[in-house]
């Protein structure tokens, strides 16, 4: 499966829709579209995995670059759409409650 990536703007929030397995051979693409919105400043960046069905270190790492940079200028990352699969490995690698995981998009946009 390929990756496809498609950016959405709801008001101040931009929500990346990521389609495919994010592994070390595609996650320099992602890298490149959440730093391309923190180095904007994006107020509000939410990211639905729910269309994700693998994720490696490389993908982890990625997004913890994303919810640095976002902390530099005091805006949001909500995740949004994890699976069991995907779930487990934010918990192996401790990353589950470092993250805002939301349910879904509403409730992401709603904080």
């Known amino acids: 499966m390929s990756l496809e990536i498609k950016s959405r703007h ?19 693409k992602v890298r490149t579209v959440l730093v391309g919105l923190t180095d904007k400043k994006t107020a509000k960046i939410i990211v ?3 269309n994700v069905p693998y994720i490696d270190s490389s ?21 949004i759409g994890i699976n069991d ?5 934010f918990q192996l690698a401790r990353l589950y409650d470092v993250f805002d995981i939301c349910p879904d998009e ?4 709603a904080k």
Not at 59 to 79: F, I, W
Not at 85 to 89: A, C, E, H, L, S
Not at 106 to 109: D, E, G
């Open 10 to 28: 709801i008001g101040s929030a931009v929500v990346v829709d990521i389609e495919g397995e994010v592994d070390m051979n595609v996650s320099p």
């Open 48 to 50: 639905s995995l729910k």
């Open 59 to 79: 993908g982890l790492a990625t997004l913890v670059e994303c919810l640095q940079g976002v902390g530099r200028y005091k805006g949001k990352l909500h995740l």
């Open 85 to 89: 699969d995907i779930k487990d490995v």
């Open 106 to 109: 509403a409730t992401a946009l």
